[in-house]
């Protein structure tokens, strides 16, 4: 069988199907194991704690402490797939996955590779997606994946895009870097919470709803946001009215804060509407306000991008999130409310054990036969 992507849920995937005697081919694009984790920005820790963070049948060294710091991530994942004997193939880039007399092939930049089951296993955020504005922009526009650290914008007027996680994370960095002025663009105001409350994650409370009915969850984050965060509305980010809704229509996770949140507050960080165009020196808001910022820095997300891999065979559904087939697996390409890493350790394990029985059934029939 053939895993596509080896990082975090591709290693899962094959140390789970390992623990069933099933070796899998393991494909990776790059040329080193995590090197889309070793390019992000210098600040990034992961917003989950650690103890929900590990990948199944190899944690998280506790001395990489409560919040994983990128370096230390990348370090742990070099340890699993040590710890478990994975070997991907570097530089091989799946590119194509066609059906074919019962069974699959995994067309790649190396050659065609026939197999049974196929586990697709590339990311959420895979491909970073900048908004086509009209207009042009006469400073540097970058996506947020070619942002690295603060050292470049000291001193300057710098107009972050974009209301996530690595858009906050981002704009808190500048801010206490020394950038001249630090301002962020938001279309729709995000839900914000704290990472942990009283000393508890608050994943635990994504892990322990994740199967409430939607009707119970807007107003038990509404409940929870009121309680565990100041209100911003004068600041220019008012409360959403339905924070659960937003996020399944949206796809967009909550903002955990980590220093956004006192940044609005104090001034450090001014929040303006959503961008709608670019003008030459300008940059033009929603709201008709026209800012002249030195840079302009895009945290405005990535995309799964599957539909050349994948999009003839299955349908590609909301938000780029794909429908599985017979034999034909996803993990983890989605943004579950119980986390990430997580969820992608609960499901690597289940996987494995229905492809376990899968191959199993096929080994049976062809015995009998």
């Not at 849920?9 to 694009?29: K, P, S, T, Y």
């Not at 797939?81 to 699959?104: S, Y």
């Not at 908004?131 to 972050?160: C, I, M």
């Amino acid at each position: 069988m053939v895993i596509v992507g080896a990082g975090p849920a591709g290693l899962a995937a094959a140390a789970m199907l390992r623990a069933h005697q099933i070796d899998a081919v393991l494909l990776e694009r790059e040329h080193s194991l995590a090197e889309p984790w070793r390019a992000r920005y210098d600040r990034l820790h992961l917003h989950t704690i650690r103890w929900l963070s590990d990948l199944p049948g190899y944690g998280i060294p506790t001395d990489f402490g409560r919040w994983v710091a990128r370096d230390n991530f990348v370090e742990y994942l070099e340890q699993y797939a040590a710890h478990h004997h994975l070997q991907p193939r570097f530089g091989v880039e799946a590119t194509r996955i066609d059906r074919d007399d019962g069974r699959w092939l995994v067309r790649t930049s190396n050659g065609t590779i026939p197999t049974r089951v196929v586990v697709v296993a590339s990311g959420y955020a895979r491909v970073p997606y900048l908004p086509e504005w009209p207009g042009t922009f006469d400073g540097p526009v970058l996506h947020s994946v070619d942002y690295r650290n603060s050292q470049a914008y000291r001193g300057k007027d710098v107009l972050v895009v974009g209301g996530g996680n690595s858009g906050t994370d981002i704009a808190v960095d500048l801010a206490e870097g020394d950038a001249g002025r630090v301002r962020i663009a938001v279309r729709t105001p995000p839900n914000i919470l704290p990472r942990d409350m009283w000393g508890f994650p608050i994943q635990l409370i994504g892990i322990a709803v994740r199967r409430m009915p939607p009707r119970l969850l807007d107003p038990m984050f509404d409940v929870l946001r009121r309680a565990s965060i100041p209100d911003l509305s004068a600041k220019g980010l008012p409360r959403p009215s339905a924070p659960f809704s937003h996020f399944r229509s949206t796809a967009t996770v909550p903002i955990f804060d980590v220093g956004f949140v006192e940044a609005v507050r104090d001034g450090s960080i001014e929040v303006v509407s959503g961008v709608t165009a670019l003008d030459g020196r300008a940059v033009v808001l929603a709201d008709g306000t026209r800012l002249y910022p030195d840079a302009v820095l895009a945290a405005t997300g990535y995309r799964p991008d599957l539909e050349p891999l994948v999009g003839h065979v299955t349908p590609i559904r909301p938000h780029g999130i794909p429908s599985p087939k017979p034999r034909l697996h996803f993990l983890g390409i989605g943004l579950p409310l119980s986390g990430l890493l997580y969820q992608v350790g609960k499901d690597a394990q289940r996987l494995a054990r229905d492809i376990a029985t899968e191959i199993g059934g096929d080994r049976k029939k062809t015995s009998d036969d």
